[in-house]
């Protein structure tokens, strides 16, 4: 009977194993992230970055990013600047005090990865995908979007100035 123990152990142990669940690793975002948005007019950063991040490149379909930017947190260098964009006629802060991006889906790319998405915007709702690399616990991503699809600003008057396209750029660290 002792005899026994052993191999039944052993099978045992090797059939559990064939059976490991991968999950992805949550993240927590560091200090130090950074997003930042660019044009020829306007340009500034957000300040206030926050929410759940879940990745494993061994786990992409268990992936999942669903994070927020608090709209409030804009600095454009310049505090008119700064009140204009908060205005309702731009982000509409009172009413839309965040844009959130939530993925359904990450891919492998051949130079990273692909986050697919819906970018929640002054409560205009848009498919996204954000390709970003992740290296030194560390994600780096850059997209461009156009304001006026989310109903930021005009193309009229004074706001016919400002770039209606805008370049973003987003590194966050993040630990677990």
């Known amino acids: 009977m002792k ?32 997003i930042k948005f660019t044009s020829d007019d306007p340009a500034g950063v957000f300040s206030s970055f926050k929410g759940d991040i879940s990745f494993d490149a061994n786990d992409l379909a268990g992936s999942k990013f669903d994070v927020t930017i608090d709209v409030n947190s804009i600095n454009m260098g310049n505090g008119m ?40 915007m002054k409560g205009v709702q848009k498919p996204l995908t954000i390709p970003f690399t992740f290296a030194n616990n560390t994600f780096t991503g850059s997209f461009s979007i156009n304001r006026l699809d989310y109903g ?19 590194s966050v660290p993040v630990t677990k």
């Open 81 to 120: 600047k700064n009140n204009k964009a908060k205005n309702e006629n731009w982000f509409n802060a009172a009413k839309f005090p965040a844009i959130k991006f939530t993925s359904s889906k990450i891919t492998k790319t051949a130079t990273g990865y692909e986050a697919t998405g819906t970018l929640d």
């Open 3 to 34: 005899k026994l123990i052993f191999p039944i152990a052993i099978a045992a142990t090797m059939l559990f194993s064939a059976f490991t669940v991968y999950t992805a690793t949550t993240w927590k975002i560091a200090d130090g992230y950074s």
């Open 152 to 170: 930021v600003g005009t193309d009229k008057g004074m706001d016919s100035h400002a770039s209606s396209i805008l370049k973003v750029d987003v």
